[in-house]
């Protein structure tokens, strides 16, 4: 593994983090939803759903970038290219 490759694989993990943090922004404004039709606030609770549909889009990324990301060679390449890195700069 190079280290532009252990970069790209750094920026898709913070693709991911601001995909999961987005989804748990749709389940916050869910529930915020859902809380204002039970308390009978129906323009707040349709205003909450609208805003929270399109953030549940981002579950999609999430599965994909988590699944592409944990691939066990790509794993195991980034353990052994850390190693080879920290015994070279241990020699110098």
């Not at 759903?49 to 549940?56: I, K």
Request: glycine share 4%; net charge negative; proline share 3%.
């Amino acid at each position: 593994m190079t280290a532009t490759k252990l970069y790209f694989r750094d920026m898709l993990g913070l693709v991911l983090i601001i995909s999961a943090t987005m989804v748990m922004m749709g389940l916050i404004f869910g529930v915020l939803a859902v809380l204002n039709f039970v308390s009978h606030e129906d323009a707040l609770a349709s205003t909450y759903l609208h805003e929270a549909a399109p953030l549940f889009f981002f579950a999609i990324p999430c599965l994909l970038l988590g699944k592409y990301i944990n691939r066990p060679q790509w794993v195991h390449d980034v353990e052994e290219y850390l190693l080879a890195k920290a015994k070279e700069l241990k020699q110098n």
